[in-house]
Nanobody, 120 residues
Framework: QVQLVESGGGLVQPGGSLRLSCAAS????????MYWFRQAPGKQRGLVAS???????NYADSVKGRFTISRDNAKNTTYLQMNSLKPEDTAVYYC??????????????WGQGTQVTVSS
C-alpha cells in the first residue's frame, strides 16, 4: 500500500515563509511526476507546481518567483518552499504523485492535505 503524507502547514503573516513536505511510503517501485495543488474555500482545486523525476519544474503564474518545488528521489519526498506569502495563498495544500508499485501497477495518489493560512 502506498500513501502520501504532507507536513509543514500552519499560520504565517503576510510576507512570511513556509516549507511544505510530502513523503511517499509503501510498496513503491518508482515515482514519476510529483505535484502540489491547493484548494481555497469555495474554489476548485488548482495546480500550484509540478516536478518530474529529472527535476524539470512548472509553476502556476500566481506563484512564479515566490514558490519553489524540489524533490529528493532517495527519500521519495517533494518539498514546496513558499516565500513572500500573501493572504490569497491561504488554502489546503495537497500533494499528488504518479506512483508505480512493486507489482508494476501505476496510478495517481493524493495526500490528506495541510492547511496554510496567511493572515496578520
Amino acid at each position: 500500500q502506498v500513501q502520501l503524507v504532507e507536513s509543514g502547514g500552519g499560520l504565517v503573516q503576510p510576507g512570511g515563509s513556509l516549507r511544505l513536505s510530502c513523503a511517499a511510503s509503501g510498496s513503491i517501485f518508482s515515482i514519476n511526476v510529483m505535484y502540489w495543488f491547493r484548494q481555497a474555500p469555495g474554489k476548485q482545486r488548482g495546480l500550484v507546481a509540478s516536478i518530474t523525476r529529472g527535476g524539470s519544474t512548472n509553476y502556476a503564474d500566481s506563484v512564479k518567483g515566490r514558490f519553489t518545488i524540489s524533490r529528493d528521489n532517495a527519500k521519495n519526498t517533494t518539498y514546496l518552499q513558499m516565500n513572500s506569502l500573501k493572504p490569497e495563498d491561504t488554502a489546503v495544500y495537497y500533494c499528488n504523485a504518479m506512483i508505480s508499485d512493486l507489482q508494476g501497477y501505476g496510478r495517481s495518489y493524493w495526500g490528506q492535505g495541510t492547511q496554510v493560512t496567511v493572515s496578520s
